[in-house]
């Protein structure tokens, strides 16, 4: 299952005078790219080089990367496998590089990107996207406790009405639609309202 972050989070590192600025961002399309690169560089500007790379789509399918002026295969490469290496998707690093006056050689290079990539990317956190069933059910209102706690781990309560009657429109997490077919007899309604698709933090 691939996983997704929230936010841009950066790290800086020092190698031999030079500064690597890693940054990450999240993305939903293809045309985000250049407006976070373009961000990164407003951020921190005159600097030698951007280097980046991005994974994008449902399963990954899409992939970008950019030396920027560095020797080739130094530094899109070795931060595209660091994202690759984390099953992400929706996601670009730019590393920011202000050279120092000491030349890493490519080995140097590929160790130095892989780094600030990998550093960087120890800093957020990671969420799937699941599909989950929705049902709105109705109940009397001297049942409210007893359904409160029963769904406490299992559902999440999207909604709440309260008129003659008490609806909530819930979502089944992990699929335990058998939770319903133990309390059904508690019920006055329950209908199923299809599959929404939510997001789960990791721990």
Same mark, same amino acid.
């Given at each position: 299952?691939?996983?997704?972050? =929230?936010?841009?989070?950066?790290? !800086?590192?020092?190698? *031999? =005078?030079?500064?690597?600025?890693?940054?990450?961002?999240?993305?939903?399309? !293809?045309?985000?790219?250049?407006?976070?690169?373009?961000?990164?560089?407003?951020?921190?500007?005159?600097?030698?080089?951007?280097?980046?790379?991005?994974?994008?789509?449902?399963?990954?399918?899409? !992939?970008?990367?950019?030396? *920027?002026?560095?020797?080739?295969?130094?530094?899109?490469?070795?931060?595209?496998?660091?994202?690759?290496?984390?099953?992400?998707?929706?996601?670009?690093?730019?590393?920011?590089?202000?050279?120092?006056?000491?030349?890493?050689?490519?080995?140097?290079?590929?160790?130095?990107?892989?780094?600030?990539?990998? *550093?960087?990317?120890?800093?957020?956190?990671? +969420?799937?996207?699941?599909?989950?069933?929705?049902?709105?059910?109705?109940?009397? +209102?001297?049942?409210?406790?007893?359904? *409160?706690?029963?769904?406490?781990?299992?559902?999440?309560?999207?909604?709440?009405? +309260?008129?003659?009657?008490? +609806?909530?429109?819930?979502?089944?997490?992990?699929?335990?639609?058998?939770?319903?077919?133990?309390?059904?007899?508690?019920?006055?309604?329950?209908?199923?309202?299809?599959?929404?698709?939510? !997001?789960?933090?990791?721990?």
């Amino acid at each position: 299952m691939m996983r997704y972050i =929230k936010e841009t989070v950066s790290h !800086q590192i020092e190698i *031999d =005078k030079s500064i690597f600025i890693a940054m990450l961002y999240p993305i939903d399309h !293809q045309e985000d790219i250049l407006l976070c690169i373009n961000d990164a560089k407003q951020k921190y500007p005159k600097a030698t080089h951007y280097c980046h790379a991005s994974i994008f789509g449902i399963n990954g399918e899409h !992939q970008t990367l950019s030396d *920027d002026g560095e020797p080739s295969r130094t530094a899109g490469i070795p931060i595209l496998e660091v994202l690759k290496h984390h099953d992400v998707t929706n996601i670009l690093c730019v590393v920011i590089r202000y050279f120092g006056g000491i030349k890493l050689g490519a080995g140097g290079l590929v160790r130095a990107y892989t780094k600030a990539s990998a *550093d960087v990317i120890k800093k957020v956190t990671f +969420y799937v996207k699941k599909e989950v069933p929705i049902y709105k059910i109705s109940f009397d +209102y001297d049942k409210i406790n007893f359904i *409160d706690k029963y769904f406490e781990n299992d559902a999440t309560v999207l909604k709440k009405t +309260y008129v003659e009657h008490v +609806y909530y429109t819930l979502i089944l997490l992990d699929q335990k639609v058998d939770r319903l077919d133990e309390i059904k007899h508690l019920l006055l309604s329950f209908e199923s309202l299809g599959m929404k698709t939510i !997001q789960i933090d990791e721990s």
